[in-house]
């Protein structure tokens, strides 16, 4: 139900715009796993785009937005850091909307962010 793509090899200090196409209209996040860490979230964005959250780490440089006409979620990733690489995940929630991967009913497979220093 979700396909996430966009991720790819960039230099610090780069930019790249990932995207996630749903089958519906849902509350959306991104999460991100680095290797040997655990998965945390990162940006979700209400079912109507109305309200947004960040993770503190990405205020400032990571936008989420939504195309409700397309059924697709962005974030869009400026000002990347050695520390932003991850596999990054997006996810859709049917009820809830937050930070918590456990509101999240669907995943997408990942797609992988590689920042070079």
């Known amino acids: 139900q979700l396909q996430a793509s966009g991720g790819g090899l960039v230099q610090a200090g780069g930019s790249l715009r990932l995207s996630c196409a749903a089958s519906?209209?849902?509350?959306m996040g991104w999460f991100r796993q680095a290797p040997g860490k655990e998965r945390e979230f990162v940006a979700a964005i209400t079912r109507g785009g109305i309200a947004t959250q960040y993770v503190d780490s990405v205020k400032g440089r990571f936008t989420i937005s939504r195309d409700n006409a397309k059924n697709t979620v962005y974030l869009q990733m400026n000002s990347l850091k050695p520390e932003d690489t991850a596999i990054y995940y997006c996810?859709?929630?049917?009820?809830?909307?937050?930070?918590?991967?456990?509101?999240?009913?669907?995943w997408g497979q990942g797609t992988l962010v590689t920042v070079s220093s």
């Open positions: 996810a859709a929630a049917n009820v809830y909307y937050g930070t918590s991967d456990e509101s999240y009913d669907y």
């Open positions: 519906g209209r849902y509350h």
